[in-house]
């Protein structure tokens, strides 16, 4: 409860600048870029999935429903650092200093990132791809909250249909596969909410989908000592949930402030990929 309540204090305090234009796309839309596969497959894959999950009425609503993975399995001293790039009107920024920082650290991380945020930045988005030190992750092809009923969260419309969802998770993860030659192994929605029905279409497309265990910077809403104190929470097999496209956040210092002590504990920072999730 107390995330959530962080959560919308932070879509109130970003308002419009989180919210994606409304969106809806057709078979017949999706942009031929993504489809390095025959003519007709995509639009065959959608409603092969709009058949297998179009009956069904979601239950749940959230960000841990079922199938949503929040922390590390297993033992040792592992955190994973995941950091979202949204692409709102706002949200299309590139924090470098904190990036910077990762880098000159050798300290891992996952990017989640949309597509509104790879078309603001595709240069940037080239390098960060490049860089072995970052896993690149599905952050949606217009950073919607994933729903097979048009559910909201924070004001942000959902997906509206199986359709939408597919649409959603799969032309971003063919955009990521196309720059950087892997398709991604995790999704996180926009807002990091889901209905059950949507987690299972995710897992039929191969994508993991991605919750957090440790909220880090409320949508990039928390002042750098918050980030910081946040961080410093932090339990062996966390996942954190932080941003990467808010410069002018207190995310960076926070990270920066907090990521020491943390290694004095003896903490080590992994990609999701390189460890179980559960």
């Not at 994973?80 to 009107?89: K, M, V």
């Not at 590139?94 to 920082?101: E, H, N, R, S």
């Not at 504990?265 to 390189?274: E, H, K, T």
Request: charged letters at 20%; glycine letters at 10%.
């Amino acid at each position: 409860m107390k995330h959530r309540i962080v959560w919308a204090a932070a879509a109130a305090v970003l308002g419009a600048g989180v919210i994606a234009a409304p969106f809806s796309l057709s078979a017949a839309e999706a942009p031929a870029p993504f489809q390095k596969s025959p003519p007709g497959e995509y639009a065959a894959l959608r409603e092969q999935l709009a058949a297998r999950f179009g009956g069904r009425t979601p239950k749940e609503w959230g960000e841990t429903v079922p199938g949503v993975k929040t922390r590390l399995a297993g033992g040792g001293m592992a955190i994973a650092l995941t950091f979202d790039a949204c692409g709102s009107p706002r949200g299309k920024g590139f924090d470098a200093t904190l990036i910077g920082f990762l880098e000159r650290e050798r300290i891992p991380a996952t990017l989640f990132v949309s597509g509104l945020w790879i078309e603001a930045n595709p240069e940037l988005f080239r390098r960060l791809a490049s860089n072995p030190l970052f896993e690149i992750a599905n952050h949606g092809h217009r950073h919607r909250p994933a729903s097979v009923s048009g559910q909201k969260a924070y004001g942000i419309q959902g997906s509206r249909d199986v359709g939408e969802v597919v649409d959603e998770i799969e032309l971003n993860a063919r955009r990521i596969e196309e720059v950087t030659g892997r398709r991604p192994a995790f999704y996180r929605s926009g807002t990091a909410h889901y209905d059950e029905v949507a987690v299972e279409i995710a897992a039929a497309l191969g994508q993991r989908v991605a919750g957090y265990s440790l909220l880090g910077d409320a949508g990039a809403t928390f002042s750098a000592q918050q980030v910081r104190d946040a961080l410093l929470k932090a339990r062996p097999g966390d996942i954190a949930l932080l941003h990467m496209n808010h410069p002018e956040s207190g995310t960076a210092a926070g990270v920066m402030a907090a990521i020491p002590e943390l290694r004095r504990r003896g903490f080590r920072f992994v990609p999701l990929s390189d460890v179980a999730v559960e």
